[in-house]
């Protein structure tokens, strides 16, 4: 224990975003830049963790000492998931999921036709992976950490917090990592793609909120403390 907490332990990381194919060139797709990612990867790895890190698309590579899996769309991210999960002690949840994905992917590029109607794209919706984690959990009665994020906007932070309060009941994660944006578009430039953050990290069983700020990696090392900190020694 000591300096390297998770020594001996298994921890799953999911990072990035998804991509949700509309067709064999083009895709939904989010503005997560993967950062907040690698920075807990980088800091479950300094505690001593063996890293499964299972990401979509990043602006930033795959750090060094894990071990990288990539997948594109949500239900590639599910099974990937799901299946490392089986055995692992932590999981964590930093993926930006598209909650939707077209209905059907045309075999061929969609073509602007003039002589044809411009195309409406179907959604359906993708499965909550981190609602299937905590049911398989459950199923399994085996102990494991589960941790979520949450982007949250509100007209003020206590709004912001209550909407993270009533995801946390919903999704019924052990912690909750919430980042507040900010009402209005230029909000999520606080958090996308930028170094640093700020967040709340709300824990189910009602023990006390911590913040934390500062780069994402300062962010990433305080919540693996509040994870290390619950795991207790091995
Ligand atoms: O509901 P919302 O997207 O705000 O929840 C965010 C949390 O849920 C993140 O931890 C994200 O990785 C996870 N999530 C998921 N499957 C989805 C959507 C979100 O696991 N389809």
Avoid at 51 to 73: C, L, R
Wanted: with cysteine; hydrophobic share 45%.
């Amino acid at each position: 224990a000591g300096a390297r907490p998770l020594v001996g332990r298994q921890v799953v990381i999911t990072a990035g975003g998804t991509r949700e194919p509309l067709d064999p060139v083009r895709f939904l797709g989010n503005k997560s830049s993967g950062k907040q990612g690698v920075a807990l990867a980088e800091s479950a790895l300094a505690a001593g963790a063996e890293v499964t890190f299972i990401h979509g698309h990043m602006d930033v590579p795959a750090p060094a000492g894990v071990k990288a899996q990539s997948i594109e769309t949500a239900l590639e991210l599910r099974s990937a998931t799901l299946a490392a999960a089986a055995t692992a002690d932590v999981v964590i949840m930093a993926a930006a999921v598209a909650d939707f994905r077209p209905a059907t992917i045309s075999t061929g590029k969609i073509k602007k036709r003039d002589d044809v109607a411009d195309p409406v794209i179907k959604l359906v919706r993708n499965p909550d992976i981190l609602v299937e984690i905590v049911a398989h959990r459950a199923a399994q009665n085996r102990a494991q950490l589960i941790v979520g994020f949450a982007a949250e906007t509100g007209d003020s932070e206590s709004d912001a917090l209550s909407y993270a309060q009533a995801k946390l009941q919903r999704k019924g994660c052990d912690l909750l990592v919430v980042n507040e944006v900010g009402p209005g578009e230029s909000g999520t430039e606080k958090v996308f793609g930028q170094d640093g953050n700020r967040v709340e990290i709300l824990a189910l069983d009602g023990a006390g909120t911590v913040q934390a700020a500062g780069s994402k990696r300062e962010v990433a090392d305080a919540v693996v403390r509040v994870i290390a900190g619950r795991l207790g020694s091995p």
